[in-house]
């Protein structure tokens, strides 16, 4: 990231008026070239810019930012334009967004192709966002000191306007002229300093709530348009299986109802309208193949990967000489410095809230798909290689996300790839829906996971040796990433947050065995990947050997955390916004845990109680440090979306395989949490100049081990197993 940020990369910044006036910003990465002309071919509105990300000034002043990214819930649709607007001088009310079109040109800094996930665009974008809006405003007050003959020295812009003397002129004013002129050389601009941010740091409301909240925000959903039919498929029920045959005559027979196709996927009933086709897929008799995975259950997989847990796996890290063997039969009971657990985390769904579905469109020159997706580039390139187009006359058109949390970002293109290929068959326009029963029974999954660890401590109960064994399924392998994200049979998806825990490197002696076994199910990162269940386990580990010890579980981090400011700094603003020692209400309990991931550390406090044997959470007190908080309005609603989203999943998560099928169906027998659920939430930002990092991620880690910390505070009941049930 900090290569492409440099301004020594940039070979050359274009301007020129945009269509129908003003002025357009963009910036070129070098090695995406091959892709910009493409894109140059194509798109009329990037001809002669082939922007990485840019910003139009329109003649009515108006300052719309063009997100190469996808506006999920994150709030980045809001974030992003502070950065430019910060650097611009902008008048706020003026600035307006839009998704940008798929495009190698807009390729994401990390990712190095177009997408949005792993808590990355903000800080990815942070400098070259800002020169975008700083080499904006360079070119208008050329523009203005041209039009005016007064030095460039003797021009400010202040809330949209260009000022020289007692002369204003408007943005929109300039942009013709402006667009006219040659950029800057990047080197020259000078970023703000932090003193001078007037937006940035600056709690800002978001621009998409108001469109959200008058119905006018276009998600994939609401795409609709004349002569466009509605799919629902078929799919096989059993993981692996195939459609071996299938009798369409009561489907044709049912009335909207099109056509039915075979397609890789499956069998796809074509309607008039969503209803018809989903009747006519109920009414369609199929015979399936089940395949060789048919007989695959949640109790057999459970029994594989304990098993594995006491063998060697793939060796991620190891220091010194373990007193511990996580191999060897648990010696924690002839040995009472030892602590000795089994931890495991299930298969989950995704759950989001707007079933997927995307809008297909072919005609003879062209392709053009409606979907909220995370990865256009690869939405772009299945679509090419399905329909036979070059990749450029296939137009992405980016929606609104009704939630992600890594669904929507799939190398398998499952989703589009399945509605070209009905489109294709069709030879109409169709949008191919998936319910939210056919997602939960046939999609992607966060995958389960076992873990075992055996942990010796000395006689200040500090860990001496900490043996950890994880056994759960890969999700890079098999993928384009595989290369950079498997090294050594260790995927680093599967371990984060535990060899680099800092309770495991400050351990004198480590070590972190991986076994990556291969299922017949489909698994995909889900909202913090790995963190999502180590930090479960590394922060109630924690707490066991703060009880091992006998001391206060915050107490216990401080000693083990004192040479790690940021976690510290975390913990502490978390434990005294939540007055740790205060008497809480009788019948209450409390947690804590505290967890670093993608660039971000993250204390959560959590107080509960029991009533009739559920769980019931009051209160969770958030404290994070990001670095630079940009807005710190988004910085709240991201980790209260991330706390409800984890605390779902660990009171109630969980997806059941029998028959080589998905039990659960719909939100009836997979619950999230409900509003009456949802316990207060506080966010408490740590000051902080460090370089940003993610936050749509992060709040999710600490909130299952915060509860199940305060279940064994209340109970005495040490929950090692998600999701958290009490025992009778």
């Not at 990947?529 to 479960?536: E, K, L, T």
Request: aromatic share 6%; charged share 20%.
């Amino acid at each position: 990231m900090n290569a492409v940020m440099n301004a020594s990369r940039r070979r050359f910044l274009k301007a020129s008026a945009a269509v129908g006036g003003g002025l357009v910003i963009g910036f070129v990465i070098p090695g995406s070239k091959r892709f910009a002309a493409a894109q140059e071919s194509s798109d009329p509105a990037a001809t002669s810019f082939s922007p990485n990300a840019f910003l139009r000034i329109g003649n009515d002043d108006r300052v719309t930012v063009v997100l190469a990214h996808s506006e999920m819930g994150q709030g980045i649709w809001t974030t992003l334009s502070m950065l430019i607007a910060e650097e611009l001088d902008a008048d706020w009310s003026k600035i307006a967004v839009e998704h940008g079109p798929a495009s190698p040109a807009l390729a994401s800094p990390v990712f190095g192709m177009q997408g949005t996930g792993g808590s990355t665009t903000t800080w990815s974008e942070f400098d070259r966002y800002r020169r975008a809006g700083a080499t904006a405003r360079a070119m208008l007050v050329q523009a203005a000191s041209d039009r005016l003959g007064v030095p460039v020295g003797d021009i400010r812009v202040e809330n949209g306007e260009v000022i020289a003397g007692n002369q204003r002129l408007r943005f929109g004013e300039l942009a013709d002229e402006a667009g006219r002129l040659t950029p800057p050389d990047p080197a020259t601009l000078t970023l703000k300093e932090p003193a001078d941010w007037k937006v940035i740091g600056k709690p800002t409301k978001r621009l998409d709530t108001p469109e959200k909240i008058t119905g006018k925000a276009i998600f994939g959903m609401d795409v609709q348009f004349e002569g466009l039919l509605t799919a629902v498929v078929a799919r096989s029920p059993v993981f692996g299986g195939r459609m071996k045959s299938f009798d369409d005559s009561a489907a044709r027979a049912v009335t909207g109802v099109r056509e039915v196709v075979a397609v890789p996927s499956g069998v796809a009933v074509v309607a008039d309208h969503f209803w018809a086709a989903k009747r006519g897929r109920d009414a369609l008799k199929v015979e399936w193949e089940p395949g060789e995975f048919a007989g695959t259950d949640s109790a057999a997989l459970r029994t594989r990967f304990n098993e594995l847990a006491g063998q060697p796996g793939a060796i991620a890290a190891q220091v010194g000489t373990l007193a511990t063997d996580a191999q060897a039969t648990d010696d924690s009971t002839v040995d009472d410095s030892i602590v000795s657990a089994d931890y495991a985390v299930p298969y989950l769904a995704h759950a989001a809230m707007e079933p997927l579905n995307c809008t297909v469109r072919i005609e003879d020159d062209k392709c053009e798909l409606w979907i909220g997706t995370q990865f256009q580039t690869l939405e772009q390139m299945a679509a090419a290689r399905i329909t036979g187009l070059p990749p450029e006359k296939v137009h992405v058109h980016t929606t609104f996300l009704g939630g992600a949390f890594g669904r929507r970002a799939n190398f398998a293109v499952d989703v589009v790839g399945e509605a070209v290929e009905i489109a294709k068959a069709v030879g109409k326009p169709v949008k191919t829906v998936w319910t939210r029963e056919d997602d939960m029974r046939g999609g992607y999954y966060r995958s389960a996971f076992v873990q075992r660890a055996r942990i010796k401590l000395d006689d200040q109960g500090r860990p001496t040796s900490w043996h950890h064994v994880l056994v759960g399924q890969s999700i890079m392998t098999g993928t384009p990433m595989e290369a950079m994200a498997v090294k050594n049979g260790v995927d680093h998806s599967s371990i984060e947050g535990v060899p680099n825990s800092p309770y495991v490197l400050d351990t004198p002696a480590h070590r972190v065995d991986l076994h990556s076994p291969k299922t017949a199910i489909p698994v995909l990162w889900w909202r913090s990947v790995g963190h999502s269940y180590n930090a479960f386990v590394m922060e109630s580990l924690v707490d066991e050997l703060a009880a091992k010890a006998g001391q206060d579980p915050l107490a216990y981090r401080r000693m083990l955390l004192k040479d790690h400011p940021r976690h510290l700094g975390a913990l502490d603003l978390a434990a005294e916004k939540f007055d740790w020692d205060a008497e809480l209400p009788k019948g209450h309990g409390r947690g804590i845990a505290v967890h670093e991931s993608f660039g971000s550390f993250v204390a959560q406090a959590a107080e509960i109680s029991v009533d009739n044997g559920q769980i019931r959470v009051h209160r969770v007190v958030c404290a994070i440090d990001c670095g630079i908080a940009v807005n710190p309005e988004g910085i709240a609603a991201q980790m209260e979306s991330g706390i409800v989203y984890g605390l779902s999943a660990a009171l109630y998560g969980a997806l059941n395989i029998k028959e080589g099928r998905v039990v659960e169906s719909n939100f009836h027998d997979y619950p999230v949490l409900r509003m009456a659920q949802m316990p207060r939430v506080e966010t408490h930002i740590v000051p902080s100049t460090e370089k940003s990092g993610g936050v749509g991620e992060p709040g999710t880690p600490p909130i299952a081990p915060a509860v199940a910390n305060a279940v064994f505070a209340l109970t005495g009941q040490r929950l090692r197993e998600l999701p958290l049930r009490l025992k009778a």
